[in-house]
């Protein structure tokens, strides 16, 4: 199994970036899908997850209403839209999959990991 995450770049503070993530695995519509991030010197934090069939999506506090997470089942690809973004959302952006009907928020439970993609936002 394999996640490729990319769309990462440099945009300015108040702009907006798409991030996607597409999976090799057969069983695409059995995973959990999300997405963390982690800033340097900083931990890995959850930032969004959506359900296995895409019916519940969870988002993190400083997330919430800027972000929106989606998954194409067609694609085997899982979306961040990012809108409104700040300087504190600079960070390496990683997918992540957990064979699970249920959002997990916690990084241990993860099952397969993508190799991360750089998103900078200047003020």
């Known amino acids: 199994v394999q996640l490729q995450a990319y769309g990462g770049g440099l945009v300015q503070a108040g702009g907006s970036l798409r991030l996607s993530c597409t999976a090799s695995?057969?069983?695409?519509?059995?995973?959990?899908l999300s997405w963390f991030r982690q800033a340097p010197g900083k931990g890995r934090e959850f930032v969004a997850g959506?359900?296995?069939?895409?019916?519940?999506?969870i988002y993190g506090d400083s997330v919430k209403g800027r972000f929106t997470i989606s998954r194409d089942f067609a694609k085997n690809t899982v979306y961040l839209q990012m809108n409104s973004l700040k300087p504190e959302d600079t960070a390496t952006y990683y997918c992540?999959?957990?064979?699970?009907?249920?959002?997990?928020?916690?990084?241990?439970?993860?099952?397969?990991w993508g190799q991360g993609t750089l998103v900078t936002v200047s003020s």
């Open positions: 695995m057969s069983t695409f519509g059995s995973y959990t």
């Open positions: 992540a999959a957990l064979y699970s009907v249920v959002v997990v928020t916690g990084t241990p439970y993860y099952d397969y």
């Open positions: 959506v359900s296995w069939n895409g019916d519940n999506t």
